[in-house]
């Protein structure tokens, strides 16, 4: 579920539509936290549904790192790429604001975090623009994103968080808040990287 203060509003011909928010969204917000009514569709599944859905799918949902589609419900699926993006994810199932967002300013995040199937060219018109994002960006940018969320990560608990309720993942959020656990690296979400550091 998106951040209750945001609307979907057109950006522009290149673009299409995003969501913008309504209200001042501080840093360390919680801008988005996948939800009980997020639908998550196993591969397989995506490849039996024939071309329609798959097109569907392609531009709204991502991968998570079992390889599953995850297609939100609601407005999040509307949140563009920017190579230099208002909100990222650390290693858990929701995003934050990793600046100040005001009334009017796109969310949006690093569509390389979110397991790119191939690669696409970028119009997000930032100085940082990489012009084409491909699937491999996440190892070139994965310490730079952690450092990015680090900064953000410790104004969690002092700001108001409306999706709170949301966040199942309060046990591991709340020793990193502490200082006795490491914040998870976005690495955590890469297509595979569970497999391949769980002991077995
Ligand atoms: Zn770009």
Redesign the pocket.
Known sequence: MVHPDTELRFISPEIGFGVVATRFIPKGTITWVQDELDQVIPAERVHSLGTIYSKVLCKYSYLNARGEYVLCWDLARYIN???DPSCLSAGYNFEIAVRDIHPGDELTDDYATLNLDGSFE???G?H????T?HEGDIYAYADHWDSVVRDAFPLIANIPQPLWPLVEEKEPLSAALAGSAEIASCKVNLRGYQKRHTPA
């Open positions: 790429h920017s190579c970028c119009h997000c930032t940082q623009c990489r012009r994002v």
